[in-house]
């Protein structure tokens, strides 16, 4: 049963890896409809969490999920096989254009072929942005901290860096604070 499990993590991840064109925001939905709804190896709230932390640690963002749901199901040897399996395709696809690419340069309908591509890369990057927003329940009032902080990074040419810091404290603060009330709730109710 164990083993299967692995091989499930592979063939999953490696289905991700080689299937999706636009790497990034463009695999979301492909990775949530897997691990999420196929799968069912975390829930819903739990990839949107995910999703998350992959975007604020450096790396690539199909890796960084593959780890972390290889990590939670199975620890280091789910991660090392969820990983492989994430980028075994693009390895392989990247090794076969590179061979092949350099006898088809300036080939018209290989140009063509990636000019089709682009407009689907657009719709694949702007689908998981409404289903995650939608999943992360934003409205009115949530969309104001992410309109400043873009809008400081692309205007102010303030570092991204700065926000996911003060992100992490914003939400070790919050934590605390929840922490406390429930405590200071249970005391009361004690009394």
């Not at 592979?10 to 939905?29: L, Q, Y």
């Not at 400081?152 to 404290?169: E, H, K, Q, R």
């Amino acid at each position: 049963m164990r083993s299967n499990l692995y091989l499930k993590l592979f063939i999953s991840f490696f289905k991700i890896g080689a299937f999706t064109f636009g790497g990034g925001w463009a695999m979301i939905p492909l990775i949530e409809r897997e691990v999420v709804d196929k799968q069912n190896w975390i829930k819903r709230e739990d990839f949107v969490d995910a999703l998350a932390i992959a975007q604020s640690l450096p790396g690539v963002l199909a890796v960084n999920i593959s780890i972390l749901i290889g990590n939670k199901l199975r620890g280091l040897k789910g991660c090392l096989t969820a990983t492989l399996g994430t980028i075994l395709p693009s390895f392989l696809i990247i090794l076969a254009i590179a061979i092949w690419f350099i006898q088809t340069y300036d080939n018209p309908v290989v140009e063509r072929i990636f000019k089709g591509i682009r407009p689907a890369v657009v719709a694949l990057i702007v689908s998981p942005v409404f289903s995650t927003a939608k999943t992360a329940r934003i409205n009115i009032k949530t969309v104001i901290i992410p309109i400043i902080v873009a809008l400081s990074i692309w205007l102010g040419g303030v570092s991204p860096i700065w926000f996911v810091l003060l992100g992490a404290i914003g939400g070790i603060l919050y934590c605390n604070h929840v922490i406390a009330s429930s405590k200071q709730k249970s005391n009361k109710e004690e009394k």
